[in-house]
Antibody
Framework: EVQLVESGGGLVQPGGSLRLSCAAS????????MNWVRQAPGKGLEWVSS????????YYADSVKGRFTISRDNAKNSVYLQMNSLGAEDTAVYYC????????????????????WGQGTLVTVSS | DIQMTQSPSSVSASVGDRVTITCRAS??????LAWYQQKPGKAPKLLIY???SLQSGVPSRFSGSGSGTDFTLTISSLQPEDIATYYC?????????FGQGTKVEMK
């Protein structure tokens, strides 16, 4: 069974930093791209960042570029989001999501659909 | 960025009704579109990908259609457990963007 478990959320002051973690199990983590998607309270979904299976290709939304850093450790089946210079606009539930991908031989090519999600971790930026 | 616009923003229907939600992309995205269902307090769930392919385990009353800029999610016979907010998402061009959501309520 695929499981994604986020941790690291909490209350942080404006300008502060936080590091989110997502622990994966139930699938070959090293073969899938991974994503972070956030949802501000009462609002819709916003894609935040993606990282390829090997970590060499990374994308960020303009709203977080230069402040957030995504990384992964395939030996620990985990993906991370380092968030710096946080502002009130970053207050949201942050979800870790797996890229569904398409199997080509022994490789899984990302297709940018998010087929499994964690339960989310709440980040609140407030003084 | 590609903008995704859903309509309506909310719909009220009875059990057994056919419900249709539309999603329009600001530019052509071929069939690179997904639909998600989100219930209150829960993570989104992938329903449809590639505009029309049903994700494993999703009931067959859900279907998707469309290509280019105009897409549709149809629930053929609304069930109580379908009460949720539905989002479309384009997977064609970075950065991947979602529609604003359509809330489906029971009449």
């Amino acid at each position: 069974e695929v499981q994604l478990v986020e941790s690291g959320g909490g209350l942080v002051q404006p300008g502060g930093s936080l590091r989110l973690s997502c622990a994966a199990s139930g699938f070959t983590f090293s073969k899938h791209s991974m994503n972070w998607v956030r949802q501000a309270p009462g609002k819709g979904l916003e894609w935040v960042s993606s990282i390829s299976s090997g970590g060499s290709t990374i994308y960020y939304a303009d709203s977080v570029k230069g402040r957030f850093t995504i990384s992964r450790d395939n030996a620990k089946n985990s993906v991370y989001l380092q968030m710096n210079s946080l502002g009130a606009e970053d207050t949201a539930v942050y979800y870790c999501a797996r890229d569904k991908g398409v199997l080509f031989g022994e490789f899984i090519v990302p297709n940018n659909y998010f087929d499994f999600w964690g339960q989310g971790t709440l980040v609140t930026v407030s003084s | 960025d590609i903008q995704m616009t859903q309509s309506p923003s909310s719909v009220s229907a009875s059990v057994g009704d056919r419900v249709t939600i539309t999603c329009r992309a600001s530019q052509g995205i071929s069939s690179w579109l997904a639909w998600y269902q989100q219930k209150p307090g829960k993570a989104p769930k992938l329903l449809i990908y590639g505009a029309a392919s049903l994700q494993s385990g999703v009931p067959s009353r859900f279907s998707g259609s469309g290509s280019g800029t105009d897409f549709t999610l149809t629930i053929s016979s609304l069930q109580p457990e379908d009460i949720a907010t539905y989002y479309c998402q384009q997977a064609d061009s970075f950065s991947w963007t979602f529609g604003q959501g359509t809330k489906v309520e029971m009449k």
